[in-house]
């Protein structure tokens, strides 16, 4: 065979897709006999053409298409699809074949992340996007023609070349979406992908269209778990603090002897108020970034002031993350991310009225980020049902959207430098790169040739 790359085949047959969404058309005779067009037929093809095709995944699905009958073996393929999720971490598509090959395509740290491996039993990683997770639609686009390969999110491009001497990606098991059963090689997440997938094509097939016009006379073989074909509207809403100024102000019961308050938060500054409330008796509870660590400011009646620091790791690094605070008698109790850290001491509370979030006490800095799932003693309101006394300042706050800007991405600091930044501006780490200046780009050696 010409197209031979050095390895046995074993009996893989060259797999190429057909193009499913062209034979709507070709087997959609327009024209009838009496020369008048075929309304029904007409009607398909609009359909087909105005209407997204889509699936939802709630974290336990997956789809698989299996290779056994129908192995895949390709010098070249395109794939490409939009998305929108909340969750950081997922399994988008993964399928290998029994001779090393692999193709792994996840979301890890809300970046999309593709490994793959030809058979040379040397893996490419290829890395592209950022803040994936925000529940808004991206567009992905994955092109490979032999060993060149492109990756594009959002139209963000970057180009590389795999690794090894062979160009076939060779496939002959089950070709997973939306997750697989179990650990794979190739795979850095564990996580099946929680959110929607849309217009899914592999080269010129619309995967999710056949998959929900399959009948008997279809060559895709394919089982499904868990998979629906509507992509509801999860009253995720996500509301962002534009300004160090802005901030909300919500009501809670008053007069009681707990509290109980839960948010989600992400951000690149290190120093922001997330909570302020002030309690009906003597004192007051604080809840903040320093530094990019979380720690609680509290006082009450009869006790000296306490600030209580009990992560060391930092959370201003741009991914979501989830806070509880809960006080009773002598008991309060910090959760960050699943992880609690209790405290117990003299503690005696009856709440206030108003909570602030994200700033409005003066003296403190105010929290520039997105926050969300904002819920003050077991309720929560939607941040586009605040009314205007419930926040400041009207374009300052803005509701339905995460607008943060990853500055860090693609990294614009040369010579192995670390990018920090903060929501207006980036630095470059240049220590121990031999390098200087804004992006690490000046030497800081000067060597002379005699």
Same mark, same amino acid.
């Given at each position: 065979?010409?197209?031979?790359?050095?390895?046995?085949?074993?009996?893989?047959?060259?797999?190429?897709?057909?193009?499913?969404?062209?034979?709507?058309?070709?087997?959609?005779?327009?024209?009838?006999?009496?020369?008048?067009?075929?309304?029904?037929?007409?009607?398909?093809?609009?359909?087909?053409?105005?209407?997204?095709?889509?699936?939802?995944?709630?974290?336990?699905?997956?789809?698989?298409?299996?290779?056994?009958?129908?192995?895949?073996?390709?010098?070249?393929?395109?794939?490409?699809?939009?998305?929108?999720?909340?969750?950081?971490?997922?399994?988008?598509?993964?399928?290998?074949?029994?001779?090393?090959?692999?193709?792994?395509?996840?979301?890890?740290?809300?970046?999309?992340?593709?490994?793959?491996?030809?058979?040379?039993?040397?893996?490419?990683?290829?890395?592209?996007?950022?803040?994936?997770?925000?529940?808004?639609?991206?567009?992905?686009?994955?092109?490979?023609?032999?060993?060149?390969?492109?990756?594009?999110?959002?139209?963000?491009?970057?180009?590389?070349?795999?690794?090894?001497?062979?160009?076939?990606?060779?496939?002959?098991?089950?070709?997973?979406?939306?997750?697989?059963?179990?650990?794979?090689?190739?795979?850095? #997440?564990?996580? %099946? @992908?929680?959110?929607?997938? /849309? *217009?899914?094509? !592999?080269?010129?097939?619309? $995967?999710?269209?056949?998959?929900?016009?399959?009948?008997?006379?279809?060559?895709?073989?394919?089982?499904?778990?868990?998979?629906?074909?509507?992509?509801?509207?999860?009253?995720?809403?996500?509301?962002?603090?534009?300004?160090?100024?802005?901030?909300?102000?919500?009501?809670?019961?008053?007069?009681?002897?707990?509290?109980? #308050?839960?948010? %989600? @938060?992400?951000?690149?500054? /290190? *120093?922001?108020? !997330?909570?302020?409330?002030? $309690?009906?008796?003597?004192?007051?509870?604080?809840?903040?970034?320093?530094?990019?660590?979380?720690?609680?400011?509290?006082?009450?009646?009869?006790?000296?002031?306490?600030?209580?620091?009990?992560?060391?790791?930092?959370?201003?690094?741009?991914?979501?993350?989830?806070?509880?605070?809960?006080?009773?008698?002598?008991?309060? #109790?910090?959760?960050?991310?699943?992880?609690?850290?209790?405290?117990?001491? !003299?503690?005696?509370?009856?709440?206030?009225?108003?909570?602030?979030?994200?700033?409005?006490?003066?003296?403190?800095?105010?929290?520039?980020?997105?926050?969300?799932?904002?819920?003050?003693?077991?309720?929560?309101?939607?941040?586009?049902?605040?009314?205007?006394?419930?926040?400041?300042?009207?374009?300052?706050?803005?509701?339905?959207?995460?607008?943060?800007?990853?500055?860090?991405?693609?990294?614009?600091?040369?010579?192995?430098?670390?990018?920090?930044?903060?929501?207006?501006?980036?630095?470059?780490?240049?220590?121990?790169?031999?390098?200087?200046?804004?992006?690490?780009?000046?030497?800081?050696?000067?060597?002379?040739?005699?």
């Amino acid at each position: 065979m010409s197209h031979y790359d050095g390895r046995s085949s074993k009996g893989v047959k060259v797999q190429v897709l057909t193009i499913f969404n062209l034979t709507l058309f070709f087997n959609c005779k327009i024209l009838t006999y009496a020369n008048f067009p075929n309304f029904s037929c007409l009607f398909k093809i609009l359909l087909f053409i105005s209407v997204a095709d889509n699936l939802y995944f709630n974290g336990s699905s997956l789809l698989r298409w299996d290779l056994m009958r129908d192995p895949i073996a390709a010098l070249r393929e395109s794939i490409r699809f939009r998305f929108r999720t909340s969750t950081a971490d997922g399994v988008i598509m993964y399928s290998r074949g029994s001779q090393g090959d692999y193709f792994a395509l996840q979301l890890k740290d809300n970046r999309m992340l593709l490994n793959i491996d030809l058979g040379s039993g040397m893996m490419t990683s290829l890395s592209v996007g950022s803040l994936l997770d925000d529940n808004l639609w991206h567009d992905v686009v994955i092109s490979r023609n032999r060993r060149e390969i492109v990756f594009s999110v959002d139209r963000v491009m970057i180009q590389g070349t795999i690794k090894g001497e062979f160009a076939r990606l060779n496939l002959n098991r089950g070709f997973y979406i939306g997750g697989v059963p179990n650990k794979q090689v190739g795979l850095s #997440v564990v996580q %099946n @992908f929680t959110g929607c997938m /849309e *217009n899914l094509y !592999l080269n010129s097939t619309n $995967f999710i269209y056949e998959i929900k016009n399959h009948d008997e006379y279809s060559p895709i073989v394919y089982d499904r778990v868990n998979t629906f074909h509507n992509c509801p509207d999860l009253p995720i809403i996500p509301v962002t603090f534009l300004t160090d100024n802005s901030h909300a102000k919500l009501r809670g019961y008053e007069g009681i002897k707990t509290m109980n #308050v839960s948010l %989600n @938060f992400r951000t690149y500054e /290190e *120093n922001g108020l !997330l909570m302020y409330h002030k $309690f009906t008796s003597d004192g007051f509870v604080k809840l903040f970034l320093q530094g990019g660590k979380v720690k609680i400011e509290i006082v009450t009646g009869g006790n000296p002031r306490t600030i209580l620091d009990n992560y060391d790791e930092l959370f201003n690094d741009g991914k979501w993350h989830h806070v509880i605070l809960s006080i009773q008698t002598n008991k309060l #109790v910090l959760n960050i991310d699943g992880r609690p850290m209790t405290t117990e001491r !003299l503690l005696s509370i009856s709440t206030g009225l108003v909570y602030f979030i994200a700033g409005g006490e003066p003296g403190n800095k105010g929290f520039i980020g997105c926050m969300g799932q904002i819920t003050i003693d077991g309720n929560y309101k939607l941040p586009t049902d605040w009314k205007e006394e419930e926040y400041c300042c009207k374009d300052e706050v803005l509701f339905d959207a995460c607008h943060m800007i990853d500055r860090c991405n693609p990294n614009p600091c040369k010579h192995g430098g670390v990018c920090r930044q903060t929501s207006l501006e980036f630095y470059c780490d240049c220590s121990d790169t031999g390098y200087s200046g804004a992006v690490c780009h000046i030497c800081k050696y000067v060597f002379i040739i005699e």
